[in-house]
């Protein structure tokens, strides 16, 4: 067994402490609710949705963490099925109404009518959403929705999924080149959060180029970001 | 030693407040208000209005200038860890040992040591259980009054 890097132990330990803020979370509200300590149906339900989304968010951390260890998503090219665009990106989005309404971050889906289609494994490509809408919520700035749109290019026959919102902090262009490598996190979202793995936007990468596309990401001025992610149709 | 100026509120501090509001609930319920900040520049602020009944603060909370050097001038483990300046802050204000209360995920030495030095409680997030043994024995009696 090879002994492990400072890169893999220092991932751990902020792995570590990604999963059990929000686990403790969990096990704060449940030990609240047993023993009586939040009144009122509508904040008991409150405060359950809020720890359901709470233990969603760490099943996300957790699967980044199995894609790491496998090198993959574990699934085979006959597993590829066809996704429907808008239905994937609402399913992706729902996971963070919670955790959005707290922080004031909608997430919208513009063209809900089109039914673009693309073939591929809806269970990485949401986990890539996933990934993308967690760092708008944990990082995005308060009060300014998420606009997420999807089409088919007619020059390169490629899908299309753009994501564009605001930081709260803007993005440096130095550390524009290397997000997405891992273990890194950008100065901005070090601002907001002070730890974390810098693992969820290495997995998009690694999951976009494994379905054959490309994952291109810009900042601009006031804190504008946008991904542009794009997927060959399979057709 | 300050006294305590405003006894109903306690303050919290922590980046990832959406995952501590089973905490706000539980002081609500004890009777406490809760002032939360998401940084050490704004935590420190909040001190300098009030002695708080007590302060609860994540070692592991972003830092910004101009406190990054203050805090690095403090020695290498408050570089790495902003919420043990927030806790000396306090102290230095006036806030007593049973008034400061740090917490982190993992329990590290160099902290430990510190925490010694400078007389807070030192916890270990992960037991919703545990933490509210130390918060009731943190808010049973107010250590400034005669």
Known sequence: MSTPTNLDLTLLANFVHQVVNPLN?????????????????????????????????????????????????????????????????????????????????????????????????????????????????????????????????????????????????????????????????????????????????YICRKIIEGEGGSLHMEAGAQGKVLFLIKLPTGE | MAKTTDSKTVVLVDDELHNMSW????????????????????????????IYRAIIVDLNIPIMDPLTNTALAKGDVYGRFPGLYVAFHARNKGYRDRQVVIYSVHRDAAVSEEVARLGCTYIIKGRPKEIKLELDAVVSFDPTLP
């Open chain 2, 23 to 50: 905490m706000v609930d539980y002081l609500s319920s004890r009777g406490l208000r809760t002032l939360t900040a998401s940084n050490a520049n704004d935590a420190v602020a909040i001190l300098e209005q009030e």
């Open chain 1, 25 to 201: 979370g969990v096990a704060g509200t449940l030990d609240n609710l047993a023993h009586g300590v939040i009144d009122g149906e509508e904040r008991r339900l409150q405060r359950l949705n809020a720890a359901r989304a709470q233990l969603e968010q760490c099943i996300t951390l957790i699967r980044n963490l199995a894609f790491l260890a496998q090198g993959s998503g574990g699934v085979a090219d006959h597993d590829q099925r066809k996704i429907v665009l808008p239905q994937v990106i609402i399913e992706s989005a729902m996971f963070f109404q919670e955790d959005g309404k707290s922080k004031k971050i909608e997430i919208n889906l513009l063209d809900r009518a089109t039914q673009n289609t693309i073939k591929g494994h809806p269970e990485l490509i949401r986990q890539v959403l996933m990934n993308i809408f967690d760092n708008f919520i944990k990082y995005g700035k308060r009060g300014v929705p998420v606009e997420v749109n999807q089409r088919i290019q007619r020059s390169t026959g490629m899908a299309l999924i753009e994501i564009k919102g605001l930081s709260a902090y803007p993005v440096d262009q130095e550390d524009l080149d290397q997000i997405g490598n891992l273990g890194f996190r950008g100065k901005n979202a070090k601002k907001l959060v002070a730890s974390g793995s810098g693992l969820g936007m």
